[in-house]
């Protein structure tokens, strides 16, 4: 498929049927993710692959908060058999920076006019989602919430300088599509968006 392509046809699935995820596939994504620009080529991220059965149904019995999970997003973005988890890594670029062609030996993080540890790791993730859409599958951006990261570091032996910014679901759209804000909101054109010169 040609690049401009799949970015046409990329979006969010958020229903899956159970069908598996060829291995290869996955492989080809986690190595297109890591092909992703990162400050100082610092690299900081990392990746928990979740591909079997049990450890799928961990990750959504850890992050789904009590009074939670019986919605059709739920049932939905469940059913899909791999679930990535993109982590990013501050102390890899605050290291990186220390070194001499960098020359940060402070390691502030007053430095950094935006945390590129977290840019870096969302451009590594879209990375994964294009390759879903090149390889004929769906592919769902989501964040874990905040008050179940604790439970989520301990279930999967997190480090603490990993920080999880979102996590992916990667799966064989169903037919039964789960509505998001693109069915009612409208897709901003370059025109809106663009200041081409001056502001």
Request: proline residues 7%; charged residues 25%; contains cysteine.
């Amino acid at each position: 498929m040609e690049l401009s392509e799949v970015i046409r046809r990329r979006r969010m699935v958020r229903s899956y049927t159970d069908r598996p995820v060829d291995p290869q596939v996955v492989h080809r994504a986690m190595e297109h993710a890591i092909r992703a620009p990162s400050a100082g080529f610092s690299q900081g991220w990392a990746f928990l692959l979740l591909d079997t059965p049990d450890d799928v149904r961990r990750f959504w019995s850890v992050t789904t908060p009590a009074d939670a999970g019986q919605d059709r997003w739920y049932a939905g973005m469940s059913r899909a058999p791999v679930v990535i988890v993109a982590l990013s890594c501050k102390t890899a670029y605050l290291d990186r920076y220390a070194e001499p062609d960098k020359g940060w030996t402070d390691r502030d993080e007053s430095h950094w006019p935006a945390p590129y540890w977290d840019i870096d790791t969302g451009m590594a993730a879209l990375l994964v989602l294009l390759t879903a859409v090149d390889e004929g599958l769906g592919g769902c951006f989501f964040g874990v919430p905040p008050e179940r990261i604790t439970a989520f570091r301990a279930e999967f032996g997190v480090p603490d300088d990993h920080q999880p910014i979102g996590a992916i679901t990667l799966g064989h759209p169903a037919e039964e599509r789960v509505a998001g804000s693109a069915r009612t909101r409208r897709r901003r054109t370059t025109a809106d968006v663009v200041h081409n010169g001056r502001w």
